[in-house]
Nanobody, 128 residues
Framework: QVQLVESGGGLVQPGGSLRLSCAVS????????IGWFRQAPGKEREGVSCISGADDSTYYADSAKGRFTIARDNAKNTVYLQLNSLKPEDTAVYYCGLGTFLTTARPMCSMFAPPNYWGQGTQVTVSS
């Protein structure tokens, strides 16, 4: 049984940082595409950053470029999202999503080929 468990969310002031973690169990992470998505109240879920299983190439949404960094540790079966220079508009529930089919980062993050496994989400609130 594949499970994804996110952690690391919380309340942070504007300009602050957080590191989100997604621990995967039930399969080896090394060849699958995985990413981070977020959903703010009243909005659709959107891709933030994804990393391809084939070559570790990455994709970032425009809102994430220059501020967020995705990384995977296959030995720990974990993917991370470093969030820097956080803004109030980054407030959302952040979800980890995994695709166990042949895909790459861009189509997954653009929701053209959405993940088939999801975590339960972790809340990130950016407020003074």
């Amino acid at each position: 049984q594949v499970q994804l468990v996110e952690s690391g969310g919380g309340l942070v002031q504007p300009g602050g940082s957080l590191r989100l973690s997604c621990a995967v169990s039930g399969l080896r992470l090394d060849s699958d595409t995985i990413g981070w998505f977020r959903q703010a109240p009243g909005k659709e879920r959107e891709g933030v950053s994804c990393i391809s299983g084939a070559d570790d190439s990455t994709y970032y949404a425009d809102s994430a470029k220059g501020r967020f960094t995705i990384a995977r540790d296959n030995a720990k079966n974990t993917v991370y999202l470093q969030l820097n220079s956080l803004k109030p508009e980054d407030t959302a529930v952040y979800y980890c999503g995994l695709g166990t089919f042949l895909t790459t980062a861009r189509p997954m993050c653009s929701m053209f080929a959405p993940p088939n496994y999801w975590g339960q989400g972790t809340q990130v609130t950016v407020s003074s």
